[in-house]
Each structure stands twice: as C-alpha cells, then as structure tokens.
C-alpha cells in the first residue's frame, strides 16, 4: 500500500502545480472516491473577509492564512457527516499540515464549546483548530447552504475549490490533491535565498 501512495503523491507532483493554482485538468485526475465531488473554480474567486473567533474569542478572517493553500471546513457538533469526516481532516491536517498547507474547521451556528471538546476527545481529533461562527455570518457570507462544506483557498486567499458533503480527506486521493496544490509553494518555502 505504501508503494501506492508514492506513486500517486509522485502524480500529483509530476502534474504539479503552479503558485498561481492547479492545473484544473490534473487535479480532475486525481479525483477518486468521495473527492470526485470535489468541484474546482473556473477562476479563483475572492472570499468575503467576515470575522470569526477562535475558542477564546479572538476575531479572526480568513485571509490570515494568507501566504498557504487553506482547507476551510464548516460543521457543526449535530451534524453526523460532519462528525464522519472529522477524524480524516485530523489526519490530513497532522500529516500535511505546516507552512504551505492548512486545515481550518470553523463550527457554525450554536455549537457550545464544552461540546465541541467532548466531540473532539471522543473522535480522538488531536490536530484541528476550534474556531467558531456562531452567527453564521461567514457561512452565509460563503454561500454554505448546508453542512458540511469544504472551500480550498489558493495562497492570495482564494476560492479555487469547493465541496458540499462528507469526503474521505485522508484518502489517497485527496493527499495527492493537495499534494497538486502546494507542490510548488512547497519549494518556494525550501528554496535558498
């Protein structure tokens, strides 16, 4: 099996991407199992720069992860594909997560704090932020009309990607995805100055 995934992360990279984003015909490729309902941007779309908070309150936007690809997730603690998916973004967040590369879960609506860490304990989810959208503003502001809803941002903060339902983000699939998208900021990051 770890033969496999060499060979799919060695795809990904030999059909790369840019700084500016993925080829979108390369990452059709990659698209396999429930990433096939990954739907790519036909341009990257600019997001809307609505605040949010993390657990202790503190206004946040997305365009502080500028500088890395972004996968802004929005669930909430009632929501049973949301709880599905989120030991996979733990997983995709731990392995690839640094630099280039980012898993943002954002709660919508009313998910309580002490809930969200019970869920978290239960699920065993070590490696995903808790940030809170309680008013729902960013998710209307985004067009999330259900849950969950997955939007992957270019580095400059950008719509390039979006999802609506569960998806199995640590897939071999969905690594070599976002191996496709960050493959050049990764060595743009590495390169000597």
């Known amino acids: 099996m770890r033969w496999f995934i060499s060979v799919v992360l060695y795809t990904a990279l030999v059909l790369g991407a840019n700084a500016q984003g993925a080829d979108p015909a390369a990452i059709a490729q990659l698209r396999e199992g429930s990433m096939r309902k990954l739907t790519l941007a036909e341009s990257p779309q600019p997001v809307p720069q609505v605040a949010f908070t993390d657990a202790q309150g503190r206004e946040l936007h997305l365009g502080d992860w500028s500088g890395k690809h972004v996968l802004?997730?929005?669930?909430?603690?009632?929501?049973?594909?949301?709880?599905k998916e989120l030991p996979a973004l733990d997983?995709?967040?731990?392995?690839?997560?640094?630099?280039?590369?980012?898993?943002?879960?954002?709660?919508?609506?009313?998910?309580?704090?002490?809930?969200?860490?019970?869920?978290?304990?239960?699920?065993?989810?070590?490696?995903l932020p808790v940030y809170l959208d309680t008013r729902m503003e960013l998710a209307r502001?985004?067009?999330?009309?259900?849950?969950?809803?997955?939007?992957?941002?270019?580095?400059?903060?950008?719509?390039?990607?979006?999802?609506?339902?569960?998806?199995?983000?640590?897939?071999?699939?969905a690594r070599a995805i976002v191996a496709a998208l960050t493959a050049d900021a990764d060595s743009a990051v590495q390169a000597p100055e």
Do not use: K
């Open 72 to 83: 802004v997730n929005f669930w909430a603690t009632w929501c049973a594909p949301c709880r």
């Open 141 to 173: 502001a985004m067009g999330v009309l259900g849950l969950p809803v997955t939007v992957i941002l270019d580095p400059q903060g950008r719509e390039i990607a979006r999802m609506t339902g569960d998806a199995e983000w640590d897939s071999d699939s």
């Open 91 to 127: 997983a995709l967040n731990r392995d690839l997560g640094g630099e280039t590369f980012e898993v943002v879960t954002i709660a919508v609506g009313r998910n309580p704090l002490p809930a969200i860490e019970r869920l978290f304990s239960e699920l065993g989810v070590e490696h």
